[in-house]
């Protein structure tokens, strides 16, 4: 037998009992279409998270206040107190001690309640410099951002986020018009386009002002001069890694500190996030890969199965075939053929749901999910190696019937 007259066959013996066969590759349908989608949220969700960090802006460093020890001797987490001021923003801002660092943008931010129209609505009330808009990247849907006149004279000027703009005016053009935050009568100068929302915050839903007019009109008392959080922006991608040691060096020496380890504020930049978050998703996706392909090996024990009970059906027609000449690596051939056609069949089918799913879980989820080709063609190479694999025995067993005990057998 030839190659064609072998895939003749082999098909004609499976399509004849179609309904076991379906039931045989059930398992190995359902294993490559759970290993496509786990692959594709894995990808999906890596995905997310690159953008939601991109979200933040380019090349960008983030300070967080770190604790500062206090009278009882306890030292307590990074963010459990205020330790960074604007006169650390304003250093950082120097050419001199800090060439790479192109852009700072420090962030005061309070939760405050607006008013207008007589609605009411509180939200993130962020007090910045004019630089903030650049360094987040962020861009405007309507109006204009305030600028460095408007920090100067602590100007009651404020930017608001989409969301905050609806619920404020509804859909009216709100530039120009009057929002009172926390008592205080602000002008309105421009909305933010929407960007989403980050792992901790809505980013439509906020209101920047000027962050002058906001520690000193808003805010006021001792902390006015502290900030929540510096945003510095390197001059490129290259010069990142030496931003963050000027910017390190610089809040050291203002701090007073001399051991790194000791700092009381924590600079992460975003290739940490996004080494952090993609090793994390690594991980998870290697894991319930691994637990998909145990899917996979029960499919592949239900090729065998199925295949030994087609050996057993079939045994006086191999003993016909080798009486009339068939060598054993023929017989063999025949089976091993039958058993990838199922294997295929399984992967064709298991791909074709997990490009399904990939098109459905996003909606269900609220997560993106990536169809992979290579993870599709390594599904299909896949399955037809189980077909083979956990066919060899069946067709081992096949090729080795004596033909007068085959053709004995009732």
């Given at each position: 037998?030839?190659?064609?007259?072998?895939?003749?066959?082999?098909?004609?013996?499976?399509?004849?009992?179609?309904?076991?066969?379906?039931?045989?590759?059930?398992?190995?349908?359902?294993?490559?279409?759970?290993?496509?989608?786990?692959?594709?949220?894995?990808?999906?969700?890596?995905?997310?998270?690159?953008?939601?960090?991109?979200?933040?802006?380019?090349?960008?460093?983030?300070?967080?206040?770190?604790?500062?020890?206090?009278?009882?001797?306890?030292?307590?987490g990074f963010g459990t107190a205020t330790t960074l001021t604007l006169a650390d923003a304003e250093a950082l801002g120097s050419e001199t001690s800090a060439p790479d660092i192109a852009a700072v943008a420090p962030e005061k931010t309070t939760s405050l309640a607006l008013e207008a129209n007589d609605t009411n609505w509180t939200t993130s009330v962020t007090g910045t410099t004019a630089s903030w808009v650049d360094v987040r990247a962020r861009e405007l849907e309507v109006g204009s951002f305030f600028d460095?006149?408007?920090?100067?004279?602590?100007?009651?000027?404020?930017?608001?986020?989409?969301?905050?703009?609806?619920?404020?005016?509804?859909?009216?053009?709100?530039?120009?018009?009057?929002?009172?935050?926390?008592?205080?009568?602000?002008?309105?100068?421009?909305?933010?386009?929407?960007?989403?929302?980050?792992?901790?915050?809505?980013?439509?839903?906020?209101?920047?002002?000027?962050?002058?007019?906001?520690?000193?009109?808003?805010?006021?008392?001792?902390?006015?001069?502290?900030?929540?959080?510096?945003?510095?922006?390197?001059?490129?991608?290259?010069?990142?890694?030496?931003?963050?040691?000027?910017?390190?060096?610089?809040?050291?020496?203002?701090?007073?500190?001399?051991?790194?380890?000791?700092?009381?504020?924590?600079?992460?930049?975003?290739?940490?996030?996004?080494?952090?978050?993609?090793?994390?998703?690594?991980?998870?996706?290697?894991?319930?890969?691994?637990?998909?392909?145990?899917?996979?090996?029960?499919?592949?024990?239900?090729?065998?199965?199925?295949?030994?009970?087609?050996?057993?059906?079939?045994?006086?027609?191999?003993?016909?075939?080798?009486?009339?000449?068939?060598?054993?690596?023929?017989?063999?051939?025949?089976?091993?053929?039958?058993?990838?056609?199922?294997?295929?069949?399984?992967?064709?089918?298991?791909?074709?749901?997990?490009?399904?799913?990939?098109?459905?879980?996003?909606?269900?989820?609220?997560?993106?999910?990536?169809?992979?080709?290579?993870?599709?063609?390594?599904?299909?190479?896949?399955?037809?190696?189980?077909?083979?694999?956990?066919?060899?025995?069946?067709?081992?067993?096949?090729?080795?019937?004596?033909?007068?005990?085959?053709l004995r057998t009732e």
């Amino acid at each position: 037998m030839n190659w064609t007259e072998t895939l003749h066959t082999a098909w004609s013996a499976v399509r004849s009992h179609a309904l076991r066969s379906l039931l045989t590759v059930l398992g190995i349908l359902i294993g490559i279409a759970a290993v496509i989608l786990t692959v594709g949220l894995g990808l999906g969700t890596q995905k997310d998270v690159a953008s939601q960090i991109d979200s933040l802006g380019s090349n960008l460093l983030i300070v967080s206040p770190g604790s500062s020890t206090d009278s009882s001797g306890m030292r307590g987490g990074f963010g459990t107190a205020t330790t960074l001021t604007l006169a650390d923003a304003e250093a950082l801002g120097s050419e001199t001690s800090a060439p790479d660092i192109a852009a700072v943008a420090p962030e005061k931010t309070t939760s405050l309640a607006l008013e207008a129209n007589d609605t009411n609505w509180t939200t993130s009330v962020t007090g910045t410099t004019a630089s903030w808009v650049d360094v987040r990247a962020r861009e405007l849907e309507v109006g204009s951002f305030f600028d460095e006149e408007d920090v100067a004279s602590a100007a009651r000027v404020v930017v608001l986020g989409s969301e905050t703009a609806t619920e404020l005016f509804g859909r009216t053009n709100v530039v120009g018009q009057t929002v009172e935050i926390d008592g205080t009568p602000f002008e309105v100068v421009g909305v933010l386009a929407s960007a989403g929302s980050d792992s901790s915050s809505n980013l439509d839903d906020i209101a920047v002002a000027p962050i002058s007019t906001v520690a000193n009109v808003l805010v006021g008392g001792t902390s006015a001069s502290s900030v929540s959080t510096i945003y510095l922006q390197a001059a490129s991608a290259d010069q990142l890694a030496a931003a963050y040691q000027e910017a390190q060096a610089v809040l050291l020496n203002l701090h007073g500190i001399t051991d790194a380890d000791s700092a009381d504020f924590s600079i992460s930049s975003q290739e940490a996030l996004v080494e952090t978050a993609t090793s994390i998703y690594q991980t998870l996706t290697i894991l319930l890969t691994g637990i998909a392909a145990l899917s996979l090996l029960v499919g592949g024990i239900g090729v065998m199965n199925i295949m030994l009970v087609s050996v057993t059906e079939r045994t006086r027609e191999i003993g016909l075939r080798k009486a009339l000449g068939a060598p054993p690596w023929a017989i063999r051939r025949q089976f091993l053929t039958e058993a990838a056609i199922l294997g295929l069949g399984g992967g064709i089918l298991g791909a074709l749901l997990g490009a399904l799913g990939t098109l459905v879980l996003p909606a269900l989820i609220g997560s993106s999910v990536v169809l992979s080709g290579a993870a599709v063609a390594g599904a299909l190479g896949v399955s037809i190696a189980i077909g083979i694999v956990f066919g060899v025995y069946p067709a081992t067993r096949a090729a080795r019937l004596a033909p007068i005990d085959a053709l004995r057998t009732e």
